[in-house]
């Protein structure tokens, strides 16, 4: 999609951080943006900030785990506008703590965020922009906790739900492609972003909310902070580029080759036999 004007996209997470910096992004292009939240009240003041740039804005509360809010959001979407182009499935939480001490309801939790929220966007929408005229693409946040492992920081349920999610996309890519349907995933490293505190909002039948920031997470120790609403500028060149991969860090690529290059050993080693 290389002119953007006057086309639509949603995003969810949309509230702030990454979220925040994309919908900006997309009506810095002239794209309507449905707005999509699960903390009340945020989407609707990222909304008055998209409408400065004039074009339409349609917050809402939603809850990615959700089905029938996001079946009901999809009959609103296309009520209003006709159309989605650009989807973003940008949600996430995050988990801290080492892999072996985390509960079941963290895993529940990560997943059916981290996971099934991109899932359930994608088979609300997809059949959706199948069916309609217009262009269509759609975003995964995934994150380079997808592509490699953080020895820093204990991530294992996050990078777990991240991989699972990267697999997904890239799957979703290959079935899509023929279609015309573009598929990207984002792999951003360190953002300004309040994901740390994600506990926040931790519905109760996953052991309800926290406050301060995830066990073992620091921010700063996974690389540099950059401005969330750059890496919205950085989603936008990839979507009008039909990248698979979206990074925002490229000084985190020698952290993949690494883990790659563990595997290519591993390889090696049995094929010396």
Known sequence: MDNLSGKVALVTGAGSGIGRGIALACADEGMHVILADVQEGTAQAVAAEVETREVQALPVDLNVTDTVAYEWLAEQVYAEFGELNLLVNNAGVLTGGVVTEATQADWDWTFSVNMYGIVNGVQTFLPRMRAQDGEAHIVNTVSMAGLRLNEVIPLGVY????????????SLRNELAA????VSALCPGGVDTLIGEAGRNRPNQYGGPSEGAARGFSPGAMSQQMDPEDVGRIVIKGVKANRWLIFSHPELRPHVERRYQRIMDDFDFFAND
Do not use: V
């Open 159 to 170: 990078s777990a739900s991240k991989h699972a999610a990267f697999a997904y996309s890239e």
């Open 179 to 182: 279609e015309g349907i573009g």
